[in-house]
Nanobody, 121 residues
Framework: QVQLAESGGGLVQSGGSLRLSCAAS????????MAWYRQAPDKQRDLVAS???????NYADSVKGRFTISRDNAKNTVYLQMNSLKPEDTAVYYC???????????????WGKGTLVTVSS
């Protein structure tokens, strides 16, 4: 089993910054595409940003130019640097990862439990 643990959420004023981290733990695994999603109250969970193992990135239009996703493969960690935060960025942010546990095991998708980001106006 692989666990994803998010950290770095909290309360910040509009215009401020936060850095989220998501560390994967377990044994004998390889992380492929990793991503951040978010879910605001009474709304669906939406993709915020994703990054492949080769560092190709993709962003939702609403965060382009403000958020940056990065990863450290040696630490099995993905980051989300969030700048110029707006109240509409308030949501629970979830880490997501495609994980392989060996050549014959295929790829399994995992979710973290989420971290709350609240942006006050």
């Amino acid at each position: 089993q692989v666990q994803l643990a998010e950290s770095g959420g909290g309360l910040v004023q509009s215009g401020g910054s936060l850095r989220l981290s998501c560390a994967a733990s377990g044994s004998a695994f390889t992380l492929y595409t990793m991503a951040w999603y978010r879910q605001a109250p009474d709304k669906q969970r939406d993709l915020v940003a994703s990054i492949t193992r080769g560092d190709s990135t993709n962003y939702a239009d609403s965060v382009k130019g403000r958020f940056t996703i990065s990863r450290d493969n040696a630490k099995n960690t993905v980051y989300l640097q969030m700048n110029s935060l707006k109240p509409e960025d308030t949501a629970v942010y979830y880490c997501n990862a495609d994980v392989s546990r060996g050549a014959y095991a295929g790829v399994t998708n995992y979710w973290g439990k989420g971290t709350l980001v609240t942006v006050s106006s």
